[in-house]
């Protein structure tokens, strides 16, 4: 009995080093992005009026998105216009990066369209996701429904048939 004790807390320090070493690699390997998201989070200017109203329109939308769940054309709407947002941010972000001079303080759109794929896409892509777990839920929901009433009808049949 001894023998199995020993080996099991072998074992478990075995596994706790691993663990610790593990936590250590992913904080070591995660820490280079957490600083590049903290350096293009504090190079924003979160001030400007562009950016409150881009930030207002998403929380709009996102407010929109949830109050009308159960309205389903009214979701597929805003999904097709969610992902056509996303799909023109890169003609979008050409036109920006032409004309930035004209309402921003600091030319935020580079050619690889980062800035815009974060502040534009991102929170659009959200949105978009929202409405197709929403929509997969209520069709889940619907096809329980069905069979529910699907399985009513058999019954119904089958006592008629009886009778």
């Not at 293009?40 to 109203?53: L, Q, V």
């Not at 004209?102 to 580079?110: A, G, L």
């Amino acid at each position: 009995m001894e023998e199995i004790r020993s080996a099991m807390e072998q074992q478990m320090d075995l596994m706790s080093d691993l663990i610790q070493k593990l936590s250590g690699d992913l904080r070591t390997g995660l820490q280079p992005a957490y600083e590049n998201f903290m350096g293009f989070f504090h190079a924003i200017d979160w001030k400007e009026p562009w950016i409150m109203g881009l930030m207002a329109f998403h929380s709009l939308v996102l407010i929109v998105t949830l109050i009308s769940r159960r309205h389903f054309n009214f979701h597929m709407f805003l999904f097709l216009l969610a992902l056509g947002g996303v799909y023109y941010a890169e003609s979008l972000n050409r036109v920006l990066r032409k004309n930035w001079k004209s309402f921003s303080t600091q030319n935020y759109f580079d050619p690889q369209g980062a800035f815009l794929s974060v502040l534009w896409s991102g929170p659009l892509l959200v949105i978009a996701m929202i409405i197709l777990i929403n929509t997969l839920l209520s069709l889940c929901y619907l096809i329980v429904k069905w069979k529910r009433a699907e399985l009513r009808h058999r019954a119904r049949v089958a006592r008629s048939k009886q009778e």
